[in-house]
């Protein structure tokens, strides 16, 4: 499978929802689903690295799928409240950069 860009993920699920999901759900239900999703993500990332045992009804969870998911929520309130996660990540980058680029560097603990 091709990559793709940030922009043609949000081309892509706009396209399927429009397609196959009618619509999309209010902001404040994909805020509520996002939330949910990331809880399914850190259950795997508990019971895979950390110190909580595998129930068996997670034990054939798939990391990648789960993370997948959460990129799906937040790509689906990024198309409805008209951000562009491209435009929006590179200045997030550059706000760290700038903010942090001394900072990490000379964190004794890191």
């Known amino acids: 499978m091709a990559e793709i860009t940030i922009k043609e ?3 892509k699920v706009d396209h399927w929802i429009k397609t196959y999901g009618v619509r999309y759900f209010n902001e404040l ?3 509520t689903i996002l939330t949910e999703e990331v809880g399914e993500l ?3 990332m508990a019971r895979t690295y950390g110190e909580q045992s ?3 009804s997670d034990k054939h ?5 789960e993370m997948a998911d959460v ?7 990024a198309n409805q409240t008209g951000v562009d996660l491209t435009a929006a990540f590179e200045k ?5 950069t700038d903010r942090d680029k001394e900072r990490h560097i000379n ?3 890191l």
């Open 61 to 65: 969870r798939d990391l990648g799928d």
């Open 107 to 109: 964190n004794k603990k």
């Open 71 to 77: 990129l799906w929520v937040l790509i689906c309130l």
């Open 9 to 11: 993920a949000q081309e």
């Open 54 to 56: 595998f129930k068996e």
């Open 29 to 31: 239900t994909n805020m």
């Open 92 to 96: 997030n980058l550059k706000k760290k």
């Open 42 to 44: 850190a259950r795997i």
